[in-house]
């Protein structure tokens, strides 16, 4: 008897001790939960997708996207009447650190670069903050297009000449402001290219063709035959920049379409075609080409990591105020349009 009443007690002394555990272990689940969500609100706060980080100054929340395809910046320049033509952004910075300079150099910003220099951009120069998109007011001149998408808004600044008309005093601290910002950027890649082993050659396995037909070939060097069966030279022009409207007086009928101004379209090439061109052009990517009698200036233009993915072309170029992507043709590219009669 006192050895079964000895055993009983011993078992609910067992399990007593099992639910003190159990409990315990439940508060202190809880506790360590409750923290962690503080500490993320504090810090860091990691996604799939995107990240959030605390502004050193203002202490505000600044949050960005952190894949590998989406923009995080980019500047473009071009738009004056002049007549510059890029086929690229100056600079194109993605989620994941990523950079290219251009579109031959690429190099990758470490975690904490990359959130210091939105830090100084947003914290810093306020550039969410700004009443004013436009900055230059001589618009022959070239400027410089930023593009910026931060907090979940898509922004877009122009920097260029600017003061020949009477600014407000805020307007003038923006565009000094907007120029140091532009310095900044321009500053923290340039050096981390040149002092970083991360930076190297960007190559791209996907090309659009841009073409344009030209009148001033130069007839002293071998042109090549256009070597893709796919569609012609033609309606690849006509796609890219229109119809050449009709001239009886010219004997240089050129329209502006890639030589001052960005196309209309851009076709995307499948990898036979891509080697088809180069091999015909000996490995560079602009040349002119002949068919049918005409002749014919090609661009082999790289795609970006995002172009792909939003099936359009980051370009700039002549009487530009704000950016106008390219669209991306990735099916057949359509017969030459039939000319409208004119009246």
């Known amino acids: 008897m006192h050895t079964a009443l000895l055993s009983l007690w011993k078992n609910k002394g067992h399990k007593h001790l099992q639910t003190t555990s159990a409990l315990l272990l439940s508060i202190v689940c ?39 395809n989406d923009v995080v910046l980019r ?7 002049k007549g510059t033509l890029n086929l690229g952004p100056q600079i194109s910075l993605y989620g994941d650190g990523t950079y290219i300079l251009g579109l031959n150099r690429r190099g990758q910003l470490d975690t904490n670069t990359l959130q210091q220099l939105l830090n100084t951009l947003v ?8 009443k004013r998109q436009l900055f230059f007011d001589i618009p022959d001149q070239d400027a410089t297009f930023l593009e910026f998408n931060i907090n979940g808004k898509h922004e877009e600044l122009m920097y260029g000449a600017f ?35 991360r930076s190297n050659t960007f190559r791209s396995n996907t090309f659009a063709l841009l073409v344009r ?11 090549p035959d256009w070597p893709v069966v796919d569609f ?11 119809l050449i409207p009709e001239d009886d007086v010219s ?3 050129e329209t502006a379409c890639l030589k001052f101004t960005i196309p209309e379209h851009a076709i995307l090439l499948t990898t036979a075609q891509i080697a088809s061109i180069e091999a015909a052009l000996n490995g560079k990517q602009q040349g002119d080409f002949f068919e049918d009698g005409e002749y014919y200036t090609v661009f082999l233009r790289p795609l970006l990591p995002d172009e792909l993915q939003s099936k359009t072309l980051a370009m700039f170029g002549s009487a530009q105020s704000q950016f106008i992507g390219v669209p991306l043709l990735e099916s057949t590219v359509p017969p030459v349009p039939t000319p409208t009669p004119s009246t």
Do not use: M, W
């Not at 914290?123 to 700004?130: E, H, K, N, P, R």
């Not at 008309?165 to 340039?190: C, F, V, W």
């Not at 012609?232 to 229109?242: H, K, N, R, V, W």
């Open 30 to 68: 809880i506790a360590l939960f409750f923290a962690g969500c503080d500490t993320s609100v504090a810090s860091t706060q990691q996604s799939t997708h995107s990240t959030t980080f605390t502004g050193s100054s203002t202490q505000q929340q600044i949050t960005y996207n952190t894949s590998a």
């Open 75 to 81: 500047t473009l320049y071009g738009g004056g009447l």
């Open 123 to 130: 914290d810093t120069d306020g550039l969410l903050t700004f």
């Open 163 to 197: 003061g020949s008309q009477p600014e407000t005093a805020q307007d003038k601290d923006e565009y000094q402001r907007l120029g140091e910002a532009l310095a900044t950027i321009s500053h923290t890649l340039q050096q981390d290219a040149t002092t970083s082993f």
């Open 213 to 223: 037909q030209t009148f001033s070939a130069n007839l002293q060097q071998t042109i």
């Open 232 to 242: 012609t030279l033609a309606q690849a022009a006509a796609f890219d920049c229109g």
């Open 251 to 253: 004997t240089n009928p």
